[in-house]
């Protein structure tokens, strides 16, 4: 469970958070959505633990200000919107890293194997050899989430659930890759992992999202089921575009295209 | 198409692979062993090379056929103990110490182009030692007197510590490092530190001067045991963190964001690696004067070779390190004998050239 009360974050000067309540539960894919610039980003930062903050953030508990750096590895892997790296390490030598890191690393034996299948997940089996800067942009991405993937490797932890952040983790993917690292993160949290994800496709978010946070301006504007929170009216008040939420009949799906925009 | 037929196409059935990761740590721990092995050989090698004419391999046949020393002479004796011995000793520590600062300022900086020699915290480290020569006798006097042996070393730690901080709280900014500002603020302070070390030897004496003359040149030739002793013991001491930092180092090289998330405490590694660095450069150019492009040189050869994993990077650079110092030290003493070269000499003419190869090869990197 990760419930923030009354969060408030500043970024130099100016207030990106005002007052956030609000709460994921482990079990569930958490979407967070809202336009460029609302706060999304900088509330996966914070209870990353990457920032300063007012108010309070529990993640499984515990205060996260309060939570030493190891500890909090152990409890959740983030994905961040873009990683550069500044030398040219191999896809293997990069998702080792991840399986090392944290209090209980993983041992080598079990590390070695467990990168060979976070990599089939990610669609890049047999790519360990490769250069990490020989690789598209997309590929780049998944090798990340492979390293993340191998950081929280177990959903449940003796009793602690772990959790995954994951800043637009399909942003820069194809298709095919994106519903299957969407099926990826809703397969960690059936299996008792908690998710936490930036999304901006809607349709996705349908298909995959437990619960959906809508943001605007640093504030909750809507927080609950998919079909609750993505509707005619939020949509306008967030994005101010007129958009239309459809459903197909037998299958219960919701969907917004962008051509249903009224101009 | 349905998730689950993706779910099936994507997470098939298992397959062994063979183990890869042994390729580039195997290659690593190779490449170590046979640097272990040169290092053995070109110490044996260059302890026989020099002015005076000691056969290394005589002595040692006399020594074990004796089966004790008397049979070598007291001259050999005298020059393979108290003049190569320590030079071999301190041609390790230094081209270890400077080697393997440039590796960890490179992964500190996450930019392959940091060096001690050039981004001015040898600079630094000449100033403090500089100003310990020249202000010894007047107001830092109390002070030399407490530190003895260790207050050129110290000096220079503290000069070098100031140079790396400066620049690191300069050219960071939100946790980025930018290059640029990262190697202009460094040829600005560098600058700014060279203008006030003349200051300082504007104002010594002459027999100041001479002192500093013999330090300056940069050699190894002034290597006595309790100058070892000094600097080998702080270089040793910065060294003990380097198994703590490795790791930490290679997350860094995915920004301090993401290290911070995989559980590094960026702001005390950080802390940690500068410090180390400082003192490893300081305790180094204390005894030895400037000695440039070891730093840049060695790390960047061998991530060539090993790749970037600072576990492996570090202790060879280590090695490889002291490899290219003693041997450049015996050119030194060999090339123009019975004169000698200064070391620093030696080290620019391999390692200017290698510089400017490398700001070539990676002339699109620096825009960025």
């Known amino acids: ?263 | 198409m349905t998730t689950a037929s993706i779910q099936n196409g994507k997470l098939p059935v298992k397959t062994v692979h063979k183990r890869r990761n042994g390729g580039r740590a195997g290659l690593a721990k190779l490449v170590i062993t046979m640097l272990v092995l040169l290092y053995v050989l070109v110490s044996l090698v260059t302890l026989g090379i020099g002015a005076a004419d000691v056969s290394i391999t005589q002595m040692a046949m006399d020594w074990l056929f004796s089966g004790n020393g008397e049979a070598i002479s007291p001259r050999d004796k005298l020059i393979l103990f108290e003049i190569r011995l320590p030079r071999l000793f301190l041609g390790t520590l230094i081209g270890a110490a400077l080697a393997v600062s440039g590796a960890v300022l490179q992964s500190l900086f996450r930019n392959p182009l940091a060096d001690p020699g050039i981004i001015g915290v040898s600079a630094g480290a000449s100033l403090g030692a500089v100003a310990t020569i020249v202000l010894g006798g007047t107001f830092l006097g109390s002070f030399v007197t407490v530190l003895g042996v260790f207050s050129l070393p110290v000096m220079a730690f503290f000069g070098a510590l100031m140079i790396t901080i400066l620049l690191h709280r300069i050219a960071t900014r939100d946790g980025k490092t930018s290059i640029v500002t990262m190697l202009l603020a460094g040829i600005a302070l560098q600058a700014f530190v060279m203008a006030i070390t003349g200051i300082l030897i504007f104002m010594a004496d002459d027999q100041q001067l001479r002192d500093l003359t013999f330090w300056g040149l940069g050699s190894l030739a002034g290597a006595t045991w309790s100058k070892i002793g000094a600097s080998g013991l702080i270089i040793l001491v910065s060294f003990c963190t380097l198994p703590l930092l490795a790791n930490a180092l290679n997350a860094l090289s995915f920004g301090e964001a993401s290290a911070f998330h995989m559980g590094v405490d960026v702001q005390r590694i950080k802390t940690i690696a500068v410090c180390a660095t400082a003192a490893a450069t300081g305790a180094a150019v204390a005894v030895s004067g400037g000695i440039g492009f070891v730093g840049i040189v060695v790390p960047h050869l061998l991530r060539l070779a090993i790749g970037p994993d600072n576990r492996y990077l570090l202790p060879a650079s280590a090695l490889l390190g002291a490899v290219l110092l003693i041997c450049a030290d015996a050119v030194a003493r060999v090339i123009v004998a019975p004169a000698e070269l200064p070391i620093g000499i030696i080290t620019a003419l391999i390692g200017a050239p290698f510089f400017l190869w490398l700001l070539l090869k990676r002339r699109g990197l620096l825009l960025s």
């Open chain 1, 1 to 263: 469970m990760i419930v923030t009360k009354n969060l408030n974050v500043k970024l130099g000067h100016k207030s990106v958070l005002h007052d956030l309540s609000v709460s994921a539960k482990t079990g569930e894919v958490t979407a967070v959505i809202g336009p460029n610039g609302s706060g999304k980003s900088t509330l996966l930062k914070a209870i990353s633990g990457e920032l300063n903050y007012d108010g309070s953030i529990l993640l499984n508990g515990q205060e996260v200000s309060a939570t030493s750096a190891q500890v909090l590895a152990f409890e959740r892997g983030v994905l961040p919107q873009h990683t550069t790296v500044s030398f040219p390490f191999t896809v293997d030598e990069v998702v080792s890293m991840g399986a090392r890191s944290g209090p209980f690393g993983l041992a080598r034996e079990a590390g070695s194997r467990i990168q060979d299948e976070a990599l089939h997940h990610v669609g890049l089996a047999g790519f360990a050899e490769r250069s990490y800067h020989e690789l598209s942009g997309g590929e780049q991405q998944r090798v990340q989430l492979a390293r993340v993937l191998c950081q929280v490797w177990k959903p449940v932890d003796g009793e602690v659930s772990r959790w995954l952040f994951l800043d637009e983790p399909v942003a820069s993917l194809d298709i095919q890759h994106q519903l299957s690292i969407m099926q990826l993160s809703r397969a960690y949290a059936s299996s008792g992992g908690g998710v936490v994800t930036i999304m901006h496709d809607l349709n996705l978010t349908f298909m995959y999202a437990n619960k959906v946070i809508l943001l605007k301006d640093g504030r909750v504007l809507a927080s609950g089921l998919p079909e609750e929170v993505i509707t005619d009216e939020n949509l306008l008040e967030a994005f101010e575009c007129r958009l239309k939420v459809s459903q197909i009949p037998e299958k219960n799906n919701h969907f917004v295209l962008s051509q249903s925009v009224e101009m």
